[in-house]
């Protein structure tokens, strides 16, 4: 009897099936009532007595190797031939998809447009590869002028033509002036260059906005008033502006604004060292060289120009601690924009 159970297990061991259907013969064979394992069921009776309690052990033993063999036979061919369907639970949740949210960058970006648009600028875009002449020489930077130094400019080639990247996005409104009469009303956003080391409060690349308007009889008093309003759109209806005189080789005059501390309110904090006045922009009325540059009648027309870095109107908005975290690309950082889409 334990001869016929040890060779019946050696049997089913090496038994292997090509399909579920050789699975379901195997089971028949060795399983049903009328398989080798009822037989030796029906042995059993048969064996003396002493042996009684090994004998039933070994055919117990086999009975579950056959079953557990049998099933695993089974599953291998459940995995192949339908994959998962026995797991597919339909009533669980869908996995969520991911929407990606928009740069901070370009949030504010979008909301200055709109309130320049709202006093009705018009957008326009230029190259980020320039010349010399779009971004220093048609501004009033002649050649040689140290001025060209407060712009630690990227060049690309000095000859046959001096073709650098933009410092600053004033190049845009040369290249509309070439085209256009007035009245011109523009912002320009976009990229500009700066060779400047990269630290929490620079970097070599950073995002404008600068603004032109050309027209008859316009004022430093309309620069004044487009600007006050844009602040207080942008920063709320309490902000205040203070311009104190500046230089750039294109405004004749120029000037700085500062508005109000967003984060002491005025008060004197870390941020604005104390002053209770952040900068944010540079601005003035376009020089008269400028507008012969660029072929308009600087007897006829007058006009004003103003220039920011989005960065700064963003780190003043979202206190934004260290400028590098808006090109690295740290989802953590970009999923805290997310409410205010
Ligand atoms: N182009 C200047 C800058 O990049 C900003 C500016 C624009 C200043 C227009 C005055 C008028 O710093």
Redesign the pocket.
Known sequence: MLEKIKALREEIASATASSLEEVEQLRIKYLSKKGALTALMNDFRTVAPELKREVGQKINELKNFAGEHINSLKESFATAEDPGLEELDLTRTATPGCVGTRHPLSLVKNEMLNIFASMGFTIAEGPEVEDDWHVFESLNFPPDHPARDM?DTFFISRNPADILLR??T?SVQTRVMEHAQPPIRIVCPGR?YRNEAISARAHCFFH?V?GLYIDKNVSFADLKQVLLTFARQMFGPQTKIRLRPSY?P??EP?AEMDISCDICGGKGCAFCKGTGWVEI????MVDPNVLKACGIDPEIYSGY???MGIERITNLKYKVKDLRMFSENDVRFLREFESAH
């Open positions: 712009q410092t600053h004033s500009v404008q600068e750039f294109f405004t120029s922009l540079g601005c003035g120009a103003f220039g």
